[in-house]
């Protein structure tokens, strides 16, 4: 039996997740949220008090790190080893150390054969940052998700906000600015969109015009 794969890449705080959850549901897929595998390992790093940023630190605790993705009612729930860090792996420091950590090849390596699994035996939608380009090249949909810098930072403080985590509009700005260039500069993997992909702009889209457009998208693609 073939599944189908639908891919959606772009930068931090674009809508993939919200957006991908929606179609999930939608079209009774599983949703895999990639970029939260990074964010836990991230958030491993910072409570075991390791710098990001540092390589061999980083990769020399790989063996610690029990990072899984449970589906529940067909949400996705992250777990470090019994923990559901789902909440926790949302803050501007995690997503910061995400970022870092996803630089170095031994950690894309760590997680790279979890997300092949999951997409060979399921009708799936996986957003990351390379998913088109190198997790699957194949997927039947590519769709390159984006929306200006203030855009994403106003959506990232409103979802804090709600999670009682406010966050001045100043800083969340200067993480996402941060973690574009990170995300596109890095050596492994680079954020870009993929040849065949589709670029969809949400900048000037609310959330329910946004999904629509993305489902026109898809249904063109998936007969």
């Known amino acids: 039996m073939a599944f189908v794969n639908i891919a959606i890449d772009g ?4 809508g993939k997740s919200s957006l991908s959850k929606a179609v999930s549901a939608a079209l009774g897929y599983i949703y895999v949220d990639t970029g939260a595998l990074y964010r836990a390992v991230g958030l491993f790093m910072l409570r075991s008090g390791i710098d990001p940023k540092d390589a061999d630190a980083v990769c020399a605790s790989l063996g610690g790190v029990r990072v899984t993705l449970r589906f529940v009612d067909g949400q996705q729930r992250v777990f470090l080893a019994d923990e559901d ?9 995690a997503s910061m150390a ?21 997409a060979a ?7 990351g940052r390379d998913i088109g380009t190198v997790v699957l090249p194949d997927a039947q949909v590519k769709v390159f ?5 203030e855009t994403r930072a106003e959506r990232r ?3 804090l906000a709600e999670k009682g985590m406010p966050t ?9 600015v941060q ?28 959330f329910d015009a946004a999904l629509a457009a993305l489902m026109d998208i898809i249904k063109e693609r998936v007969q």
């Open 179 to 206: 973690r574009d260039y990170n995300d596109s500069h890095r050596a492994i993997a680079p954020l870009r969109q993929a040849d065949d992909a589709v670029l969809l702009d949400t900048s000037d889209l609310d």
């Open 157 to 159: 403080c409103k979802e």
């Open 121 to 127: 035996a399921n009708n799936c939608i996986m957003d």
């Open 98 to 118: 995400a970022s870092d950590v996803s630089a170095f090849p031994p950690v894309r390596d760590f997680l790279f054969s979890l997300q092949r699994d999951i």
């Open 11 to 14: 930068p931090a705080g674009a």
């Open 145 to 149: 998700l984006t929306a200006s810098a």
């Open 168 to 176: 001045p509009f100043e800083d969340v700005l200067a993480d996402i």
């Open 85 to 93: 860090v789902s909440d926790a792996i949302r803050t501007p420091e």
